[in-house]
């Protein structure tokens, strides 16, 4: 799937911090930002075909290639990248290469990740919410507001057996905060109500 020239011309002459707002109907469906690439510390800008096809390829063989979909700094990119470690290299989904195995997108809409799915039909498209405030990373969605409200866990579970399989793990080998050690959960028995009348 290629962008129209028109489209393309546009997100080129967006300058780093600005966004391009793509509308339908007059109403907002989803914002493209440009960002400055970094790729083991060296400066990845947008190159021109000519540009392009000086520079030999990148070889990515022996490295898991993750691909991020969200707008991250540098700085997030790298401390992601070294978090994973060596084996692994976490790259602006503009600079990664169509092979890239994992791709990290926000909650979004279905259209959305079928496209994501489109320009990187090998990668893992795996959905994140994350609240990094030391690196300046915000992308809540639903499910992190609902944890943010006192919601316990999220299971998306497929079927009502998976559910279950889900939901006895989830509270008999829940982690504790403090000491990150594997407790059972206890759940309070189930009592009687009082009596109203007193009997």
Do not use: C, W
Not at 79 to 93: K, P
Not at 127 to 143: A, K, W
Not at 178 to 198: F, K, L, Q, S, V
């Amino acid at each position: 799937m290629r962008l129209p020239e028109d489209v393309v011309a546009l997100i080129d002459a967006l300058e780093p911090g600005e966004n391009l707002i793509v509308t339908r109907e007059g109403e907002s469906i989803a914002s493209i930002s440009s960002t400055i690439d970094v790729l083991q510390g060296a400066v990845v800008d947008r190159d021109t075909p000519e540009e392009a096809s000086d520079q030999p390829p990148i070889d990515y063989d022996g490295v898991t290639v993750v691909a991020t979909a969200m707008k991250l700094s540098k700085a997030a990119r790298m401390s992601l990248s070294a978090q994973l470690g060596a084996d692994y290299i976490v790259l602006d989904m503009r600079a990664a290469p169509a092979t890239a195995d994992v791709l990290l997108a926000p909650a979004g809409s279905p259209q959305l990740i079928a496209s994501l799915r489109a320009m990187f039909p090998k990668a893992r498209v795996i959905i994140t919410e994350i609240e990094d405030h030391e690196l300046g990373v915000s992308y809540q969605g639903p499910v992190q507001r609902l944890l943010n409200a006192g919601a316990d866990a999220y299971l998306p579970a497929t079927s009502v057996p998976r559910l279950a399989r889900q939901l006895d793990y989830t509270l008999t080998h829940g982690l504790q905060l403090t000491g990150g050690i594997a407790t059972p959960r206890e759940i309070a028995p189930a009592t009687e109500p009082p009596d109203p009348e007193g009997d």
